[in-house]
C-alpha cells in the first residue's frame, strides 16, 4: 500500500529504526519502501503519537498491542510478509527458582495473553485511566480462578 507513495513520506520510530535489520533496512528489503526522511522519536510513545496528530511525520513504527491504537484516526496497516516479528509474551524465570507449579501457572497466564487479550487490558489502563494493578487483578480472577 505504500510503496507507490513512501518517497513522499515521513517515517518515524525508535532511535534504531533508520539502522536496525527490522527497520527501515528490512522495510526495504521486504517492501521495497524508500521513505522521504526518518524521525527519531520513540516506539509508539507519546512522541511518536505527537508527531503522527500533528503532522510531523505520516508513517511510524508502533507496538500492535497499545491501547490508544482504537481511538487514534490512525490506519492500521498488516504486516502480510511477516518481516516484523511477532511480540509474544514470554515469561522468564531463574532456573534455581522454577517449580513445576510456577512453570505450570506462568504456561497457563502466557496461553492466555494473546493479542485482543493484551489490547484490551492495555485499553483499560490507556484509555479509561484504571489502575494497571486493578487491571491485572480482575483479569487474573476472570481466567485464572483457582489461582
Same mark, same amino acid.
Given at each position: 500500500?505504500?510503496?507507490? %507513495? ?12 533508520? %539502522? ?29 503519537? &505527537?508527531? &503522527? @496528530?500533528?503532522?510531523?511525520? /505520516? +508513517?511510524?513504527?508502533?507496538? =500492535? ?9 490512525? +490506519? +492500521? &496497516? $498488516? ?6 516479528? =511477532?511480540? *509474544? #509474551? %514470554? ?9 513445576? $507449579?510456577? =512453570?505450570? #501457572?506462568? *504456561?497457563?497466564? =502466557?496461553?492466555?495473553? /494473546? @493479542?485482543?487479550?493484551?489490547? !484490551?487490558? *492495555?485499553?483499560? #489502563? ?7 494493578? !486493578? +487491571?491485572?487483578?480482575?483479569? #487474573?480472577? !476472570? *481466567?485464572?480462578?483457582?489461582?
Amino acid at each position: 500500500d505504500l510503496k507507490p %507513495v513512501a518517497p513522499q513520506l515521513v517515517i518515524g520510530g525508535p532511535p534504531e529504526l533508520a %539502522v536496525r535489520a527490522l527497520g527501515l533496512p528490512g522495510l526495504k528489503r521486504v517492501y521495497g519502501l524508500e521513505f522521504k526522511a526518518v524521525k527519531s522519536l520513540d516506539m509508539g510513545g507519546p512522541l511518536t503519537r &505527537l508527531a &503522527l @496528530n500533528s503532522g510531523k511525520i /505520516d +508513517v511510524a513504527t508502533v507496538v =500492535s498491542t497499545q491501547g490508544n491504537l482504537a481511538k487514534e484516526k490512525w +490506519v +492500521v &496497516l $498488516e504486516d502480510d510478509k511477516h518481516e516484523q516479528p =511477532s511480540q *509474544n #509474551v %514470554v515469561p522468564l524465570v531463574r532456573k534455581a527458582s522454577l517449580t513445576p $507449579e510456577i =512453570s505450570a #501457572v506462568l *504456561n497457563e497466564v =502466557s496461553g492466555k495473553l /494473546d @493479542n485482543a487479550t493484551l489490547i !484490551a487490558l *492495555n485499553q483499560q #489502563v490507556d484509555l479509561q485511566h484504571k489502575d494497571p494493578a !486493578a +487491571v491485572a487483578e480482575q483479569w #487474573v480472577n !476472570a *481466567n485464572l480462578p483457582q489461582h
